[in-house]
């Protein structure tokens, strides 16, 4: 499959870059902080090949997106989510890893009319216990000026159990995305900025039907399948654990993934 061409969406203080491609019901495929919206590489052509429009963005202040944004996190990027989808032609599903998988929730709870339905990979829709003593060293090691170095070598550990077959030459896109000043700056803001309790305030008005993937190494939790399982329950939803997968499923074991949202897909949307 060819490389779509990058295009833009226009928001009030910068623009949001994201690609499409295929025919079908929308989806809308969300990376997490300090992800690339290449991230979805290896599913976009498994959901375009089902019969999907895909559209895969990049976070504000991420990759091929502005930097001028002065703030982030999940209320913001749920901004951006549903600013794409009206431009888009609603409704969509929405596919969120980590910190969009919060955004999604948001969207749907404040513009249900936008969304067919939600999958959630990786979740984080609320905040995870917090040690003060770590939350200062993270916020150190998150700081602009060292931040591509430290996240390049924090990012296998993210990538717990199998890892993409192209891990390396992936990992050094980031790792270069992220020395760009401007880009290591946004980062870092997101990083200090973030905060799940908009998300997890939203849970209670999710009408959308859902469904939660979960890598069962997912190092940003300690009991992986308790917080899917958790997650599901709030909203009804499927669950579905990944073995050998850390935060990232859908580059990890992108068939299993696809095989998972297109079951999903099917109950949802008429492809």
Same mark, same amino acid.
Request: charged share 20%; proline share 6%; net charge negative.
């Given at each position: 499959m060819t490389t779509p061409p990058t295009q833009f969406l226009t928001r009030p203080e910068g623009r949001i870059a994201y690609d499409l491609q295929g025919t079908g019901p929308?989806?809308?495929?969300?990376p997490g902080m300090g992800e690339l919206r290449s991230t979805y590489r290896f599913l976009t052509p498994?959901?375009?090949a089902a019969g999907y429009t895909v559209a895969t963005t990049d976070l504000r202040?991420?990759?091929e997106s502005d930097t001028s944004f002065s703030s982030y996190g999940d209320p913001e990027t749920a901004s951006? &989510?549903?600013?794409?989808?009206?431009?888009?032609?609603?409704p969509a599903t929405i596919v969120g890893n980590s910190?969009?998988?919060g955004a999604a929730v948001i969207v749907d709870a404040t513009h249900p009319e936008l969304v067919d339905g939600l999958v959630l990979v990786g979740p984080f829709v609320r905040n995870p216990p917090s040690n003060p003593v770590m939350l200062v060293l993270f916020r150190a090691m #998150?700081?602009?000026?060292? &931040?591509?170095?430290?996240?390049?070598?924090? #990012?296998?550990t993210l990538y717990a159990g199998t890892k993409p077959t192209d891990f390396d030459e992936y990992r050094t896109a980031v790792f270069e995305s992220l020395r760009r000043p401007a880009y290591g700056r946004a980062f870092s803001l997101t990083t200090r900025q973030t905060n799940h309790d908009p998300a997890e305030a939203a849970l209670k008005d999710v009408t959308a039907p859902a469904l939660? &993937? #979960?890598?069962?190494?997912?190092?940003?939790?300690?009991d992986p399948a308790a917080?899917?399982?958790?997650?599901?329950?709030?909203?009804?939803?499927?669950?579905? #654990?990944?073995?050998?997968a850390g935060h990232y499923p859908q580059s990890q074991h992108p068939q299993v993934t696809a095989d998972a949202v297109i079951g999903f897909l099917s109950s949802v949307t008429s492809a």
């Open positions: 929308l989806l809308v495929l969300v498994l959901l375009v202040g991420h990759g951006d &989510i549903a600013a794409l989808i009206e431009k888009l032609g609603a910190l969009a998988a #998150m700081a602009p000026l060292w &931040i591509a170095p430290v996240w390049k070598s924090y #990012m296998p939660v &993937i #979960m890598g069962d190494r997912d190092p940003d939790f300690k917080e899917a399982q958790w997650i599901g329950e709030a909203l009804g939803a499927e669950v579905v #654990m990944v073995a050998e």
